[in-house]
């Protein structure tokens, strides 16, 4: 069976534990951590990552920025992003997608969202 | 008179003519009866391989009858099986749908479970009064989905409850709210947490607040959780949500005056001697 990485990218430590819990029922998905978007890009820096599932409001550097990285980042500018925001606003969400993130999820999540949206995105039966 | 002797001569000869004639007649006749003997015969041969050729269609035709009957036979039985199968087939596919429902439905279980876990983990995870509070908002705003949201606690006579965290709120609009007489007063008066129904939780405010969670520590209640509005996206509360708001009634208070305690301890933890007598 094929194995994916995942980074889930959130200052909260309950949200991170949340998303953390959800995603470890995906069998074939190895899940990494990451405070924030500073963080995420040093992890980024050091290995391949298949999917990145990030917060938006973070200190330091939000998930907006991280995305706007990732993009130019050459290993990973192809990486499916899905963004977690309490923002429910459309125009948030078109904001979110244009700077190419592929998901939007809005908070309160549920964890089979978090788990259909990221084994649509890595196409995992 | 004499005699003729050719007609004596003659006599014997007429007789043997007429007796030729005789037999040649015979002949004639017994040749036509041969030839029509022989006629019959052919004409009986023919009519026999006809009716032989009868026959043969006839057989060739039962036969075809049998196979044509055979085959409705196979047919009858294929339709059974089929029929049968399409049976089964229906049994499983519906034993399918409902053990998918029932996976949805367990993912679902799961996922409220790991949220009251989250919550449960989190708030007894720190003896630090605001670092309990921040996890309390934290389980309101990010499990709950609550934009804005108060804490209070009771005062030392039991009639005012005073806010001690909230989110949301403008400044000037929070302050000690009376027990008597105030929606907060009532929930925390009568311990049972009180929901609008009437409107959606996300069009809650301060003056006519989405919920209301007393709090409590053993069978004592000491203040209470209002949430005035949720988050646009969140109209209405789920299962889950009064699950986390049970659970906020119990733990929260126990977790936030632990903290409190264990602050004005100067974060010493108690000698082994208050355990050792506990009777349990």
Redesign the interface.
Known sequence: MAEYSCLVVED????R??LV??LS?VKSLRVTEADDGVDALRKLASARYDIIVTDINMPIMDGLKLVKRVRSDPVHKETPIVIIT?E??QEDRQRALQLGANAYI???????QV?STVKELLRIE | MANDPREKTEEPGRDLRSERDEVLQRFTRGSSFARELLQDYEALEQRLRSLEGENAKLRATIEADHAVRDLLKKIETLELEKAELVSRFNRVEALQSNVSSRMTEAEHEFSNLANLFVASTQLSSSLSPRAVTRRIKEILAQLVGAEAYAMYLVNADGTELVPIASEGVPGGKLGPVRVAGSELGEAFASGEARVNEETNSNHGSPDRPAAVLPLQIDERFVGVIAIFSTLAQKPRFSTVDFELFRLLGRQAAVALVGAGLFMRAEHKLPGLEAFLDLSV
């Open positions: 909260s430590p309950m949200m534990q949340l819990f959800a029922r309490t429910g606003s809005t908070k309160p999540i549920q964890a089979p788990i």
